[in-house]
């Protein structure tokens, strides 16, 4: 991995872009009860309501994309930034257009702040999904291969075009270390998302000749591999954030008691073709590929020059995920 560099300095004085999102609620939550963090900054778009701010944190609303970031920088002496802003799953009145101004527009501005005002350490939430939905993908993939973002798929592509920008950013100006984490598919008690919704089907699609496998990653395992980061132990670099292992669809199906309906690939092209067109479903054609051809994530680096190993397995943060759902009253699992 020839873009790793030395161990990134220990945080003393953070700030969370995205702080009151999914991700950025666990991390606060644990940096502001982290004995080595003297400051803490969480700027998030929307206003936390004051019965969930949590005492010690500085609460800042701000735009990811507003130029004043770099002031907010300066004014709290920031050493290490932690951008989580993102958007992963779109609301209804979203456009591409405005995902690209925040993913790709917004991360250029934090890279422009943290150089303006010499951040000493940038940590970056990635996404497997910049290596891409294709058929030629590697059964595993590490962080030597290819970034090839699809641009059919607004996320994948803005993913892939920010990794370009952070290693661009890496060669003209080293002195700003990064670490960025790939994530994969992240599950915890209270994931809600388009992939949690494909478990929750009375039979799971599969695609004929395709095992569409998954790698997963508790939420708290995220947590804990920013806190590594962030910890003054962990080496800058690019490093996959997955667990260890991989579930096919039918070894999904098989946990959940259902039974899977395998549709060759032309057949579900076509349906999702007429209800894209009819308007009866978010999805068009394009979504074949985001189900056959899954980004495996491979977990090595990671474990052994980032220094962090995921507490879950791939299947033990989907057992999990199921052990969660049947304690909520909303079970995934069929019934006995």
Same mark, same amino acid.
């Given at each position: 991995?020839?873009?790793? @560099?030395?161990?990134?300095? +220990?945080?003393?004085?953070?700030?969370?872009?995205?702080?009151?999102?999914?991700?950025?609620?666990?991390?606060?939550?644990?940096?502001?009860?982290?004995?080595?963090? /003297?400051?803490?900054? !969480?700027?998030?778009?929307?206003?936390?309501? !004051? #019965?969930?701010?949590?005492?010690? =944190?500085?609460?800042?609303? %701000?735009? &990811?994309?507003?130029?004043?970031?770099?002031?907010?920088?300066?004014?709290?002496?920031?050493?290490?930034?932690?951008?989580?802003?993102?958007?992963?799953?779109?609301?209804?009145?979203?456009?591409? !257009?405005? /995902?690209?101004?925040?993913? &790709? $527009?917004?991360?250029?501005?934090?890279?422009? +702040?943290?150089?303006?005002?010499? &951040?000493?350490?940038?940590?970056?939430?990635?996404?497997?999904?910049?290596?891409?939905?294709? *058929?030629?993908?590697?059964?595993?993939?590490? #962080?030597?291969?290819?970034?090839?973002?699809?641009?059919?798929?607004?996320?994948?592509?803005?993913?892939?075009?920010?990794? /370009?920008?952070? +290693? #661009?950013?890496?060669?003209?100006?080293?002195?700003?270390?990064?670490?960025?984490?790939?994530? $994969?598919?992240?599950? $915890?008690?209270?994931?809600?998302? %388009?992939?949690?919704?494909?478990?929750?089907?009375?039979?799971?699609?599969?695609? +004929?000749?395709?095992?569409?496998?998954?790698?997963?990653?508790?939420?708290?395992?995220?947590?804990?591999?920013?806190?590594?980061?962030?910890?003054?132990?962990?080496?800058?670099?690019?490093?996959?954030?997955?667990?260890?292992?991989?579930?096919?669809?039918?070894?999904?199906?098989?946990?959940?008691?259902?039974?899977?309906?395998? @549709?060759? *690939?032309? @057949?579900?092209?076509?349906?999702?073709?007429?209800?894209?067109?009819? $308007?009866?479903?978010?999805?068009?054609? /394009?979504?074949?590929?985001? @189900?056959?051809?899954?980004?495996?994530?491979?977990?090595?680096?990671?474990?052994?020059?980032?220094?962090?190993?995921?507490?879950?397995?791939?299947?033990?943060?989907?057992?999990?995920? =199921?052990?969660?759902?049947?304690?909520?009253?909303?079970?995934?699992?069929?019934?006995?």
């Amino acid at each position: 991995m020839s873009e790793v @560099l030395e161990v990134a300095p +220990a945080a003393r004085r953070v700030l969370v872009t995205g702080a009151d999102g999914f991700l950025g609620r666990s991390l606060v939550q644990a940096l502001a009860q982290h004995a080595g963090i /003297e400051h803490l900054v !969480a700027v998030d778009v929307r206003e936390v309501p !004051a #019965e969930r701010r949590l005492p010690g =944190v500085v609460y800042v609303v %701000q735009d &990811v994309r507003d130029a004043a970031l770099a002031d907010t920088l300066s004014l709290h002496t920031v050493d290490t930034v932690v951008h989580l802003a993102s958007i992963v799953t779109p609301g209804k009145g979203s456009n591409r !257009a405005f /995902e690209y101004a925040v993913d &790709v $527009g917004g991360t250029h501005n934090v890279i422009e +702040a943290c150089l303006a005002h010499r &951040v000493a350490h940038l940590v970056v939430s990635s996404s497997g999904a910049a290596y891409g939905y294709h *058929a030629d993908n590697p059964a595993w993939l590490t #962080e030597e291969h290819a970034l090839r973002g699809n641009e059919v798929f607004a996320y994948a592509h803005h993913k892939r075009l920010v990794e /370009e920008m952070l +290693a #661009e950013a890496r060669a003209q100006h080293p002195a700003l270390q990064q670490t960025v984490l790939r994530i $994969g598919t992240i599950l $915890g008690e209270r994931v809600d998302n %388009q992939i949690t919704a494909l478990f929750e089907k009375p039979r799971l699609i599969a695609i +004929a000749g395709s095992d569409s496998p998954f790698v997963f990653i508790w939420d708290e395992d995220v947590t804990g591999a920013i806190l590594h980061a962030l910890s003054g132990q962990g080496r800058a670099g690019c490093y996959n954030l997955a667990g260890d292992g991989a579930l096919t669809i039918h070894q999904i199906a098989q946990r959940l008691g259902k039974r899977t309906r395998v @549709l060759p *690939a032309g @057949l579900l092209r076509t349906l999702l073709r007429i209800g894209s067109a009819l $308007g009866v479903s978010r999805y068009g054609p /394009e979504q074949l590929d985001f @189900l056959r051809y899954r980004p495996v994530l491979l977990n090595t680096a990671l474990k052994t020059r980032f220094g962090y190993t995921p507490r879950k397995t791939s299947a033990q943060a989907f057992d999990a995920f =199921v052990a969660a759902r049947d304690a909520q009253g909303r079970p995934v699992r069929r019934a006995p």
